[in-house]
């Protein structure tokens, strides 16, 4: 009975290590590049380079785990959809639109609404697209619900942002979104707002990967954000490669 006590113990342990050293209890291995760094105060030196940086930072989870590669700004985007693809474009204080291209070539572009699009998808069945700007002293956007009848499209807006949203992701039964420099939850299109005038003010976030609710991850200029929705706190992993 002894010896089997101690394996048991031993197996306990083992099953402990292999927690604390992988993925498969809910823990992301952050790419060695990414070093842990006091986020800097906004406006500061080290915020301006941050700014001034070559690097924008993509983030997304693959088979259980996080993945950075560096991309580009983006101002399109797309969604398939029944008989054609909705587009939507960011040209910034230039403008932008919503438009409908239905796969038969024949049928004209339906410009839909005028705005800078950051986003279309689907949720819970139906399409939404979220609309945003910041330059200047402007910074605002909405969320909107999209609906179609034939080749009749309407809208409505559903929430108004204080901040313009740069990135978003749907997780579980929510929506998180990443404004100019805050981040909210959205639960039954309720918005909560969880951080407010965070350091990425000008840092322009571009994707969100959640994990769990103790590793949502957001790609910015010079590195990558760590959330924690338990305890509401993040972390700053600033790259140091070359």
């Excluded at 997304?60 to 693809?85: A, R």
């Excluded at 587009?87 to 609404?113: A, C, H, M, Q, Y």
């Excluded at 999209?146 to 559903?158: I, M, P, Q, T, V």
Aim: hydrophobic share 40%; proline share 2%.
């Amino acid at each position: 009975m002894l010896n089997l006590h101690l394996s048991y113990k031993y197996l306990k342990l083992l099953v402990a290590l292999i927690c604390l050293s992988t993925i498969g209890c809910g823990q992301a291995q952050i790419p060695s590049k990414f070093i842990e760094t006091q986020p800097p105060a906004k406006l500061s030196d080290e915020h301006s380079a941050l700014n001034n940086a070559q690097n924008e930072f993509g983030v997304s989870i693959v088979d259980g785990q996080l993945k950075v590669k560096n991309v580009k700004e983006i101002d399109v985007c797309h969604l398939n959809t029944i008989n054609g693809i909705l587009t939507g474009i960011d040209r910034g204080e230039w403008g932008g639109k919503l438009l409908f291209e239905p796969s038969n070539k024949k049928l004209k572009t339906i410009e839909i609404k005028d705005g800078n699009i950051k986003g279309i998808f689907n949720f819970q069945g139906k399409i939404y697209f979220i609309e945003g700007l910041a330059h200047m002293s402007f910074s605002f956007g909405a969320l909107y619900e999209l609906d179609r009848n034939g080749d009749k499209f309407s809208y409505k807006k559903l929430i108004d942002f204080e901040d313009a949203p740069e990135a978003f992701t749907t997780y579980r039964d929510e929506m998180l979104v990443a404004t100019h420099s805050n981040f909210y939850i959205v639960r039954n299109f309720q918005k909560e707002l969880i951080f407010k005038d965070a350091f990425w003010y000008s840092l322009y976030p571009n994707s969100i990967a959640a994990l769990n609710d103790q590793n949502i991850f957001m790609g910015i200029r010079g590195g990558i954000v760590k959330i924690d929705l338990t305890d509401k706190t993040f972390k700053f992993y600033k790259y140091q490669g070359n």
